[in-house]
Structures are given as C-alpha cells and as structure tokens.
C-alpha cells in the first residue's frame, strides 16, 4: 500500500521559509513520480512541483521557479519541497502525492496522481 506522510508545514512570516518532507513507503521509490501540490481556501489544488527519483527529473509550476525547490534523498524514501520568500498567497495546505514515474513528464494535473498524503497546512503572516 503506497503511504505518504508530510510534515514541515507551520506558521511564517512573509519573506520566511519552510522545507516541507513527504516520506514515502509501500512502493518502490525509483518507479514513481512523487509531486507536491497545494490547496488554499476556496480554490482548486495545484499541481507545484514534481520529480522522478530515478533520474532526477523535475518539473516546475512557471509561477513558482526561483521560490520553490523540490529534491529527493533516495536512501531515505523522502521528497523535501524548500520554500523560500514565502508570501502570504502561499498559504495553503500542501499534500504530496505519487503516480507511474512516467507521469513526471505529464505536467502537474492532479488526474495524474493516484496516491495522496493527508497534506501539512502552510500559513504566511503579512
């Protein structure tokens, strides 16, 4: 059974930042694509980021390259999301979610990805 847990999430203040994990766990890490997404009150999720352990392929949402980084430690079956100059539209609950590790050349649709963390919730102080 595919399991992924999050944490790292919390309260900031703008301009701050947070690293956000999502370990992962009854799958064989190298055949998935592990992405991160977002959900703020109100609005639809979003696909932010996405990554194939295997070969370290990445894919960024436009808006948020240059804040956002997504990174893989394999030994440890863990997707890392670093945050930096958060603004308070950041604020959101952020889920990781795995799929066939060919879908990290997809896009960041949420219809790609099957399997779902409980997410972490991100607040940004103004």
Do not use: H
Not at 52 to 61: A, E, I, K, L, V
């Amino acid at each position: 059974e595919v399991q992924l847990v999050e944490s790292g999430g919390g309260l900031v203040q703008t301009g701050g930042s947070l690293r956000l994990s999502c370990a992962a766990s009854g799958f064989t890490f190298d055949d998935y694509c592990v992405g991160w997404f977002r959900q703020a009150p109100g609005k639809e999720r979003e696909g932010i980021s996405s990554i194939n352990p295997s070969d370290g392929f990445t894919y960024y949402r436009d808006s948020l390259t240059g804040r956002f980084t997504i990174s893989s430690d394999n030994a440890k079956k863990t997707i890392y999301l670093q945050m930096n100059n958060l603004k308070p539209e950041d604020t959101a609950v952020y889920y990781c979610a795995a799929s066939d590790g060919s879908s990290c050349r997809l896009g960041l649709g949420v219809q790609f990805f099957g399997s779902w963390g409980q997410g972490t919730r991100v607040t940004v102080s103004s």
